[in-house]
């Protein structure tokens, strides 16, 4: 089986149930991953899970990290019951760091336990949450082989014995969501749309707090920096910061319609 990724990433619940299943199948066949544009944070931990992973020389890739949105403080009213202390609130600000610490680690456990003796880089940079570009990516053991979706099919053949195959593409029948535009252009799929990072957070998002995410904080950084931009200019959003078709770039959709995790992989390619 091949996975051909192209994601930023998504929900952290969604991005461990993945990892899970990756890992669940490697064990009863060959399982390759081969990143298109992108595999960063949770379409990353998705990817460890595989065999082997494929990365193209622009490909990006890493970004071990979480982010974590508290709920806020409710405000006064008349009367509130609880039935606990952390009822109100959820938990204190160190239980969410806590909490936030222990999702971290297991991210992090699982990208070093199963790269093995390939990563040449500490944990410690691993931690950083940083990026790795194609063939750094390889050097540092965050990927293993520059090559494209043919590459991993033909070595993932190689390693379940098949001489003779044939390659059935399997594609997601719902609208495949993307929060980086470099996903999203990389994509050929019929029905792709682009979301902003807050399809995750604030209260436009469904899933409400906490939320705990895999995504690079840059892209949610550079959402918070044009929503302020547009608060303080509306007359300037019909043209820029807001990914209209005016500028050339994908619409960005209302952040409600849909689940976190239909992007975080694009393509199954399964071959027999």
């Known amino acids: 089986m091949v996975l051909l990724i192209n994601s930023g990433g998504g929900g952290a619940a969604p991005s461990e149930t993945m990892y899970f299943e990756v890992s669940r199948t490697a064990e009863e066949m060959p399982v390759v991953s081969s ?3 992108i595999a960063a944070s949770g379409a990353y931990y998705a990817a460890v899970g595989s065999d082997r992973v494929f990365v193209k020389p622009a490909s990006v890739v890493g970004s071990v990290g979480v982010l974590f949105t508290p709920p806020p403080e409710l405000e006064p009213d008349d ?20 909490k ?7 991210f992090l456990s699982a990208v070093v336990e199963e790269r093995g003796d390939t990563l040449e880089i500490p944990r410690e940079r691993v931690a950083t949450a940083e990026l790795f570009r194609g063939h750094e990516a390889v050097q540092t053991g965050m990927a293993d082989e520059i090559g494209g979706s043919r590459d991993a099919i033909e070595y993932a053949a190689a390693r379940a014995g098949l001489d003779s195959y044939d390659v059935t593409v399997l594609r997601p029948q719902s ?28 209260p436009e998002a469904d899933n409400q707090y906490p939320n705990a995410l895999l995504i690079p904080p840059g892209i949610v950084a550079e959402e918070l920096i ?11 959003n019909s043209t820029e910061g807001s990914g209209n078709s005016t500028n050339g770039s994908p619409n960005v959709i209302d952040p409600r319609t849909g689940s976190p995790g239909d992007a975080a992989v694009s393509e199954v390619t399964h071959g027999r």
């Not at 044009?226 to 300037?236: K, L, P, V």
């Open 35 to 37: 990143v298109d544009a």
């Open 79 to 98: 009367i509130i019951l609880s039935t606990g202390p952390s009822k109100l609130s959820g938990a204190s600000e160190r239980g969410w760091r806590y």
């Open 100 to 106: 936030t610490e222990i999702l971290k680690r297991a």
């Open 175 to 202: 609208e495949t969501r993307f929060i980086t535009r470099s996903a999203y252009l990389a994509s050929d799929a019929s029905n792709r749309t682009m979301v902003s990072a807050r399809y995750f957070i604030g």
């Open 226 to 236: 044009d929503g302020s931009r547009n608060a303080s200019d509306g007359s300037r």
